[in-house]
């Protein structure tokens, strides 16, 4: 646990196991209400880990173990909080940032404002802060609260998934009447379509052929000047979970691809507890 940007966070670091000199960094960073660093230390961290990836995960504000505070949680906190964490960890080398649903928002709003410290972007069912995505995060997060606090449909959950399911829709919830983040989250700040196409990071968008981006999967690619789509057929929303084995392997053959021998050697400073 360290405290950057003023907020107690949460995080894990894994390193590489093996490999010689330095070694690539990845920065995992989940999605909105429910999920937090859990989801990628059971699919994709050790893995990565034994592949001779140092892999960073931390729990945004407001989620897992990080504090909670009432206000703050526009796209730009978010991606405050990411350059204080890295700042605090001491890593001075360009990273791999790994985002699922709003930890691509995150990701793509963290290169926009600072591509030196980018070597690469992999969005996991994801998009950047744009007009169109704060309208729909609008309404999706203003239909939240009052669909997964009632009781009948914790009801549901819980017999249709699980109960484990419904615990974590419920936090989610809980999260959202404890904080500004509906509210908050849509103000972006947004990116523009000049910023987009300014946006040179190579991308690797990862999409469901049945999630979020369904009626036009290859959107993100026609935006953006060096991105490549991988559409994983039959797959819904829930890409990292279910087909984790997948993502993995398109991580690391992303990670390989783009880790430049020429880049600076940094190397992570000391642990933090």
């Known amino acids: 646990m360290v405290e950057c940007n003023g907020i107690r966070t949460h995080f894990q670091l894994m390193r590489a196991r093996h490999g010689i000199g330095a070694a690539p960094v990845v920065v995992c960073v989940h999605g909105l209400g429910y999920d937090s660093l859990a989801s990628f230390y059971l699919t994709l961290s050790a893995p990565l880990s034994a592949a001779g990836v140092d892999v960073l995960a931390y729990d945004l504000r407001g989620h897992g173990r990080s504090e909670r505070p009432r206000v703050g949680y526009q796209v730009t906190d978010f991606v405050d909080d990411l350059a204080a964490l890295l700042d605090t960890l001491g890593i001075d080398q360009p990273v791999h940032l790994v985002g699922n649903s709003f930890g691509g928002t995150i990701a793509f709003s963290f290169a926009a404002r600072d591509a030196a410290r980018v070597a690469s972007v992999v969005s996991i069912e994801s998009e950047p802060a744009t007009r169109a995505w704060a309208d729909r995060m609008h309404r999706t997060l203003g239909n939240v609260v009052e669909e997964m606090s009632a009781e009948e449909n914790l009801a549901w959950l819980a017999e249709t998934f699980g109960s484990h399911h419904a615990r974590l829709a419920k936090a989610a919830a809980l999260i959202i009447q404890a904080t500004s ?93």
Not at 253 to 259: A, Y
């Open 181 to 273: 983040i509906v509210t908050d989250v849509p103000r972006g700040p947004l990116l523009t379509s000049d910023d987009l196409r300014a946006l040179a990071v190579p991308v690797l968008s990862i999409v469901g052929s049945e999630g979020f981006q369904r009626d036009d999967p290859l959107a993100l690619q026609a935006a953006l000047p060096n991105c490549t789509t991988e559409v994983i057929e039959g797959q819904n929303h829930s890409v990292l979970v279910e087909r984790h084995h997948t993502v993995r392997d398109l991580v690391l053959d992303w990670v390989h691809q783009h880790e430049s021998a020429s880049q600076p050697a940094g190397r992570l400073a000391a642990d933090v507890a």
